[in-house]
C-alpha cells in the first residue's frame, strides 16, 4: 500500500512524462534560446458595458455567433483597425461556406463605423499588462486578452507561437507585405518565453487535467482536429472557455458542409447540450483561476529565487546510475534564466561535468547542455546525436525536463537527447551530497527545515537471491539511519547501513534478496521520530523473459533533397530539409509474477545490447474513398484473420497486427546496429499545388504509403541469461516537416506521435 505522498509524486511524474516529453521535443528548438520577460502582468477585467454592443443586431446576431461580446468590448480600434478586424471576420464567415452567416457591404460598413464610434481608439484601453513585443505583434489579429486569460505548460506556448507565425505569414502572402508585420524567428522565441513565465501552466493543474473524467463530447468531437494534449496543456478563464468552444464548434460546422467526410458537427438539439456539456466541464476543470496558481503568485510576489544556487542531482540514464551536484546562478538582466554546471559521478567512478542554461517557467525547469563525443562514440543517452545528425564526432545537445516541487526542495523529471528521446531519469535535491561543498550552499530559499522525502531507489532492479548495494535517494534524510528503521518490502532484508556513505540526500544500504522472493516491485519505508514516510521502487525478477523496443511507435521524416520552388516556409528554395532519425533501443523485461508479458506487473531489468533489422509493413489494407453527395470513406483495417497477418506490441500503446508489404517502397529507410532508423530521400515525393497542400506527385492521397513513406517494422533480437528473445515496435515515416496541412503543431515529434498512437488504438480497437 502506498502512502498519499507517493501516490502524488508518482501522479506528478505523470504530468512529468507528459511535459518533459514535449521539452525535450516539440519546444526543444523553441526554448533553446528563450529571452528574458519584461515587465509582469496585472489582469483586470474590462471595465466597459458591453450592453451598448448587443444593442446593435449585427453584433448580437453575427458577431456573437462565433464569440462572446467581451472580445469586442476590449477592444479599442480606429476605424481602419476596426476593418481589417471586420474584413478579417467576414473572410472567416466566407471559408465556412456560409453556415456562419455574411456580410453583405452594406452591412460591412454600418459596423465598422458603429464599432469605431463605440469602441475607438479613444476609448478605455485594454487593462493587460504585456511586453511591448506581445502587444505589438499579437494584437495585429487580437486583443491581449485573448492571450492573457489563458496558462500553457512551456511547450504548449512555444507551439501556439510558432502557429500565430504561421498565420500572419500565411496573411502576407494574400493580403500583402503591409497587412500585418510577419514575427520573426527570434522575436517568436521572445514572446513564448515571456508568455512561460508569466502565465505558465503548474505540474497540480496538469495532474488534474489527467486524471479527470473527460465528458465524450471533448473527447470524441475535438480530437477531429487536435488530440487531449493540446486542450490539457492550457488553462483559460470561464469566458475564454465559452467563446474556445463556440468558435471551434462554428469552424467544424462550417467545414463539415464542405467536406462532410472529413469532419463531422452537431445538430439542433444535441449540438447545444453537447457544447454546454463541454463548455460546463472545462469551465469548472481547466479553469485558469485555481488555488495552485493564487499560491505560486505569492511566492512569485515575495521575491524568492526558488532554483538558484546548489543541488544534489541523481538518477539514472543508458549508462547507468549517477550522483553529483548542479549549480544554478542567475543570468545578469535576465530573470529566470540561469547559467548551469552540472556535474556527476558513474558507479564505474568515471566522471562527467557538462555546462549549459536553463530556463525557470513557474515549476517547470528547462536545462540544455552540450557535450563533446568523440566519433562513433555513445554519450550519456546511450546513442543519442544532436539535432538529428548522423552518428559523426561533435556536440550533443543534452536535454533535462524536470518539475519543481511547491516547496522548491527537489525536482524530478527527465533527462534527454534532441533525437527525441528521454533516456533516463533525473533528480535535483536540496542537500549536500556526502562531502561535496557546504551544507548552506544546498539550503532552500528562505531556509527552515525539509520535509523528508524517498524519490528514488538504485539500483531499479534486484535478481532473486543476489545481495545488492542499494541507494535509498531522496531529501531531508536524518544524518545516521540504522538497518532496522529501513524496509524494502518483502523478501528483501536490510543487512547494514553505511553512515559513511549516507547523507541527507542518500541512504547507502547493503540488502539481501531472499530465494523465494516474490517477483514484482517494491517501495521503501524509512522509520522516523516524525512518521513513516515511502517511496521510490526497486524490482525483483529472476530472468529475462521477453524484449521490448522503446519507442513502440517511432517517428522519422524523409528528407536530403532540395525544395521544390515555391515553398511557403521562409528560407531559400535550394535549402535540403534535414532527415529526422529515430533512435530505438531495446530493453529486457521480466513478466512479473502473473508470468504473462506486457502487463503492468512485468519488471523492466534494463537495455541490452541487440541485432536490429527493419522491414515495411501494412498495419491498414488501405482507404476506399467516395466523392460527391453523402461522400465517405472507409478503412480496412488488418486483424487476426487477414492472411499472413502478425502481431506487434507498441509499449504504452497496445497490440496490433501487420503485414509485410510488397516491395513497392523498397528505399522505405534502414536501421543501423546501434538502433538509428534513417529514412530515405524526399526526392521522388511532393511538389507544392497552388494551394500550399504538398501532394505526392501521382495525384494520389496524402496518406499513401509509396514514395519512402509507410511503416517500417523494427525487429530486435538479444540473448539474455541463455535465453533468445526478441522484441519489435514500429516506426512511422512520414512526410517533412514542411508539410502545410498540420500548421498546429509545428515540429512536433511528441504531438505527431501521439496523433498516430490514438488514431492507430481507435482503429484497432484498443483503449
Known sequence: MKTNDTVRRRASLGAIGLIAVAGLVAGAAVLDSMLAPQGGVVLEEASADPSDLLANPIVSGTCTYCHTVDRIDRKALDRAGWEAVV??????????????????????????????????????????????????????????????????????????????????????????????????????????????????????????????????????????????DSINNTVKSPEEWDDTVHRMENFRAGWSNQWSNRFSSLRG?????????????????????????????????????????????????????????????????????????????????????????????GDAIRATFKMRRASGAADILGAAFEDDEAPEAGETTIRAS??????????????????????????????????????DDFAPPGGGAIAPAILLISPAVAKKGEEVDVLIQGVGFPRRVSAEQLSLGAGLSVVSVDAGASSPVAISAKVTVSDDAALGMRTA????????????????????????????????????????????????????????????????????????????????????????????????????????????????????????????HMPGIGKFWYVINEPKNPTL????????????????????????????????????????????????????????LKGEGVCVVAPPDYVPWVPYYGPSHSMTVKLAADRLARENGND
Open 525 to 648: 519505508t524509512l522509520q522516523l521520530e516524525t512518521g513513516n514516510i515511502s517511496g521510490g521502487e526497486i524490482g525483483i525478477y529472476d530472468k529475462a523473459d521477453h524484449l521490448r523496443v522503446e519507442p513502440g511507435l517511432g517517428l522519422s521524416r524523409v528528407g536530403g533533397h532540395p525544395l521544390v520552388a515555391g515553398r511557403q516556409d521562409p528560407g531559400p528554395d535550394d535549402t535540403p530539409l534535414q532527415k529526422k532519425f529515430e533512435r530505438f533501443r531495446a530493453y529486457a523485461w521480466s513478466n512479473g509474477p502473473d508470468g504473462e508479458p506486457y502487463n503492468d506487473d512485468d519488471v523492466m531489468i534494463g537495455p541490452v545490447k541487440a541485432t536490429w533489422e527493419t522491414q515495411a509493413i501494412d498495419i491498414h489494407r488501405g482507404r476506399e474513398w467516395t466523392e460527391g453527395e453523402g461522400a465517405s470513406h472507409s478503412q480496412f483495417d488488418i486483424n487476426e484473420s487477414t492472411d499472413g497477418a502478425a502481431e506487434v
Open 402 to 439: 524536470l518539475t519543481l516541487n511547491e516547496a522548491a526542495t527537489y525536482a524530478e523529471g527527465a533527462i534527454g537527447g534532441s533525437d527525441a528521446q528521454t533516456a533516463g531519469r533525473e533528480v535535483y535535491a536540496r542537500g549536500a551530497p556526502n562531502g561535496s561543498g557546504n551544507p
Open 269 to 361: 438539439e444535441n449540438r447545444t447540450e453537447a457544447m454546454e456539456a463541454a463548455i460546463n466541464f472545462l469551465q469548472e476543470n481547466r479553469q485558469a483561476d485555481t488555488p495552485a496558481w493564487r499560491r505560486f503568485e505569492e511566492r512569485r510576489r515575495s521575491g524568492v529565487d526558488r532554483l538558484k544556487g546548489s543541488w544534489s542531482v541523481f538518477g539514472r540514464d543508458a549508462r547507468g546510475g549517477f550522483q553529483g551536484t548542479i549549480n544554478f546562478a542567475p543570468a545578469e538582466g535576465q530573470p529566470g534564466h540561469y547559467n548551469a554546471v552540472r556535474t556527476v559521478r558513474y558507479a564505474d567512478g568515471e566522471t562527467l561535468t557538462l555546462e549549459g542554461e536553463a530556463d525557470l517557467f
Open 669 to 724: 529507410g534502414s536501421i543501423d546496429q546501434n538502433g538509428l532508423y534513417t529514412p530515405g530521400s524526399d526526392e521522388p515525393m511532393l511538389e507544392l499545388s497552388s494551394g500550399g497542400r504538398g501532394r505526392p506527385r501521382d495525384g494520389t492521397d496524402k496518406n499513401n504509403t509509396g514514395d519512402n513513406r509507410g511503416t517500417a517494422l523494427i525487429v530486435a533480437t538479444a540473448t539474455v541469461d541463455g535465453e533468445d
Open 87 to 228: 474584413r478579417r471576420m467576414r473572410e472567416y464567415m466566407d471559408s465556412a461556406g456560409g453556415s456562419m452567416g455574411r456580410l453583405d457591404d452594406t452591412q460591412f460598413e454600418q459596423l465598422v463605423g458603429f464599432l469605431a464610434e463605440r469602441r475607438g481608439a479613444d476609448h478605455a484601453a485594454e487593462p493587460w499588462a504585456a511586453s511591448d513585443l506581445l502587444r505589438a505583434r499579437c494584437s495585429q489579429c487580437h486583443g491581449v486578452d485573448r492571450i492573457l486569460t489563458v496558462r500553457k505548460t512551456p511547450e504548449a506556448w512555444a507551439v501556439a507561437v510558432e502557429k500565430m507565425r504561421w498565420y500572419a505569414s500565411r496573411r502576407i502572402q494574400r493580403d500583402g507585405a503591409g497587412s500585418v508585420t510577419a514575427i520573426s524567428e527570434e522575436e517568436g522565441r521572445e514572446i513564448a518565453a515571456w508568455l512561460a513565465r508569466e502565465r505558465p501552466l503548474l505540474a497540480e493543474e496538469v495532474v488534474a487535467g489527467q486524471q479527470a473524467a473527460w465528458p465524450l463530447v471533448v473527447e470524441s468531437m475535438c480530437t477531429t482536429c487536435h488530440d487531449m
